[in-house]
């Protein structure tokens, strides 16, 4: 079955960096649109990067610049390196994997989900 395992969040001051980390397993993770997502209390989930099977990216407007979403095939995991974080970057991120080649920045594209992990930014 499919399992997502994410890691890295923290408590960091603005302008700081963190990576995070998501580890897939029980699927074919190199066929997979991989995402990240975030949701901040009492705001809805948004999409922040996706990157497809063929290593397209795209990444949120908010994010543009600041974070990077990559991964590693050989190893199952996902990344987001997050840059230059503020204070609004504060949020439980999630992974967040959908089945075929195609995928938008929507929360409902996708198929699983990790249970999220915390980052928190402060002034």
């Known amino acids: 079955q499919v399992q997502l395992v994410e890691s890295g969040g923290d408590s960091v001051q603005a302008g700081g960096s963190l990576r995070l980390s998501c580890a897939a397993s029980g699927y074919s993770f190199s066929h997979y649109c991989m995402g990240w997502f975030r949701q901040a209390p009492g705001n809805e989930r948004e999409g922040v990067a996706i990157i497809n099977s063929n290593n397209y990216k795209a990444d949120a407007d908010a994010v543009k610049g600041q974070f990077t979403i990559s991964k590693d095939n050989a190893k199952n995991i996902l990344y987001l390196q997050m840059n230059n974080l503020k204070p609004e970057d504060t949020a439980m991120y999630y992974c967040?994997?959908?089945?075929?080649?195609?995928?938008?920045?929507?929360?409902?594209?996708?198929?699983?989900w990790g249970q999220g992990t915390q980052v928190t930014v402060s002034s």
């Open positions: 967040a994997a959908k089945s075929g080649l195609y995928c938008v920045l929507r929360p409902s594209e996708f198929n699983y």
